[in-house]
């Protein structure tokens, strides 16, 4: 039993030294391995490798997939014209040589974040330092992006080379600071009332405008309307009248006598309307037997 479980004993240290001999290399990453404390080689293509057992050898991995690295803080920076703007951006970058990478920023990809972060602000406030809000929000936008990653492509591969790669550097907003935008934004607001009022005046001239001339015409046309109506009723006035004298003309006692009747009923028409005249006046004469037509003197009672 003793044996046996000596054998099993070996074959599992044998299993464990085996085993911590072994590592294996993802396609998204770089093997280094250190041989105490130094490095010793790098692994870049994917697979099962083979290595000396800790403390002998270590490995480490780095990552190989294009990074983004967007910006952290919100500080403000000055313009050509002393204007205090806010930037985001972002970088895409890639470690492309570890060895370098480890020896001159750090074991990880968060140093060369850092240090990075650090690199990429200082340019983007060097090259906004001379340039114009304008510029900024205009198409030399991408020529401060340009200038900005080639400033950051010679920190990085200057005397002390990083070992990475700066693919692309862009600004996804740019804005004033939270002070200077209240200030334009009630700018704006004063800006959109006054174009709003002057609007409004201007319509409100315009509907005067309208009304009085409706009520110009209206009036010339009630006017018009007036004149044609009191032009054809003198017609019709003229007309009638001369009928009348055609007709009155042919018997003239007849002609009087109606006209009298037609005095005597606008005269009476109510029963409380009370006249005094003189009996002998002409306003009786058709009612007297000497004034009324031969043949129709009313019979005495």
Excluded: C, H
């Amino acid at each position: 039993m003793n044996r046996i479980g000596f054998i099993a004993s070996s074959i599992l240290v044998l299993l464990v030294l085996l085993s911590s001999t072994l590592f294996v290399v993802d396609q998204r990453q770089f093997g280094v391995v250190y041989a105490l404390g130094q490095i010793k080689s790098v692994i870049t293509e994917p697979g099962l490798n083979f290595k000396l057992p800790p403390p002998f050898q270590n490995v480490s991995y780095i990552d190989k997939r294009l990074l983004t690295l967007s910006s952290l803080d919100t500080e403000p920076m000055l313009t050509a014209e002393k204007q205090r703007v806010v930037i985001d951006w972002y970088v895409r970058w890639r470690i492309t040589d570890p060895q370098a990478y480890i020896r001159n920023v750090g074991l990880d990809e968060n140093a060369g974040a850092t240090q990075l972060n650090r690199v990429v602000r200082n340019a983007f406030q060097e090259n906004i330092n001379k340039r114009t809000v304008r510029d900024l929000i205009s198409v030399r936008r991408e020529a401060l992006m340009a200038d900005v990653q080639r400033e950051v492509l010679a920190v990085v591969k200057g005397s002390k080379p990083w070992g990475v790669d700066v693919v692309d550097v862009r600004i996804t907003r740019v804005d004033y600071v939270e002070a200077i935008t209240e200030s334009v934004y009630r700018r704006m607001e004063a800006e959109r009332k006054r174009v709003a009022n002057e609007l409004r005046s201007t319509g409100t001239a315009e509907g005067e405008k309208i009304r009085a001339d409706a009520d110009r015409q209206r009036e010339v046309i009630v006017a018009n309307a007036y004149r044609d109506a009191q032009k054809i009723k003198g017609e019709g006035d003229a007309q009638a009248a001369a009928a009348y004298s055609e007709a009155f003309g042919r018997d003239p006692q007849f002609a009087q006598f109606y006209r009298s009747l037609e005095a005597y009923k606008q005269s009476f028409n109510k029963k409380s309307d009370v006249m005094v005249l003189d009996p002998s006046s002409d306003f009786f004469r058709a009612m007297q037997s000497s004034g009324t037509p031969a043949g129709n003197a009313p019979p005495r009672r």
